[in-house]
């Protein structure tokens, strides 16, 4: 039984750089979520999707980011134009039920 | 608007005793659930334990159980004979009913940092 994947594990870019991160959620979850994590603070949540639907993308920190789950499968996370403030852990969870299963995170550097 | 608050930035425990990481919460809907998260330094959030608004008993699993006191709107951790590994930070979260249900998102507290001594 393998858990939530994300790839890459750490992520160096320079400022100005798109990045995109992946998430293997759980194969038979139906939700997925998008979290950030900056140093000192609890997950901030981002956006989740119920199969291929984003149902809630409002909390996305701004037009630069962007996330999709084509097929109810995998996720990816897209953030352009990188920022310093964008430094942080990217966490990804799924869920079937009450439950949210979290992947190892992201860590991305913005130069 | 729901809120988690943690009090302690760090706590100390002597290894094989037990400790309590506070955890109050705010919110208005009279449905509503709880979780306790572990991080430890290599960042993956663990679950350690959840407790639901409408559960006539506080929550237990294994060495973690959850003191719950609805009146109060609190919701503390309570770790018996405490291990080497427990040091991690630990994270209180509370589900958001945006519109999710029972599988809404979650909202995190800043987290406690403990520390058990040998």
């Known amino acids: 039984d393998t858990g939530v994947s994300q790839d890459p594990r750490h992520k160096i870019t320079k400022r100005g750089q798109n990045v995109t991160f992946r998430c293997d959620p759980i194969s038979e979850h139906n939700r997925l979520y998008w979290y950030r994590q900056t140093l000192g603070q609890g997950p901030e949540f981002l956006t989740y999707?119920?199969?291929?639907?984003?149902?809630?993308k409002s909390r996305l920190l701004s037009d630069r980011f962007s996330a999709e789950r084509p097929k109810g499968s995998f996720s990816t996370l897209e953030i352009q134009r990188t920022e310093q403030g964008d430094s942080a852990m990217y966490l990804c969870?799924?869920?079937?039920?009450?439950?949210?299963?979290f992947g190892p995170g992201t860590r991305l550097t913005v130069l | 608007a729901q809120k988690i608050t943690q009090t302690q930035p760090g706590m100390f425990v002597q290894e094989k005793e037990a400790v309590t990481l506070d955890c109050t919460y705010d919110t208005s809907d009279p449905s509503y659930g709880l979780f306790w998260y572990k991080q430890p330094s290599s960042g993956e959030m663990i679950f350690l334990i959840y407790q639901g608004s409408y559960d006539q008993q506080n929550a237990t699993e294994g060495r973690y159980s959850l003191n719950f006191q609805k009146a109060r709107k609190s919701a503390n951790l309570v770790i018996s004979a405490s291990q080497l590994g427990d040091s991690a930070m630990y994270f209180c979260?509370?589900?958001?009913?945006?519109?999710?249900?029972?599988?809404?998102?979650?909202?995190f507290g800043k987290g406690t940092k403990l520390s058990v001594k040998p």
């Open positions: 979260a509370m589900r958001e009913n945006l519109n999710g249900g029972s599988q809404g998102n979650l909202i």
């Open positions: 969870a799924s869920s079937q039920t009450t439950q949210q299963f």
């Open positions: 999707f119920q199969n291929e639907a984003q149902l809630e």
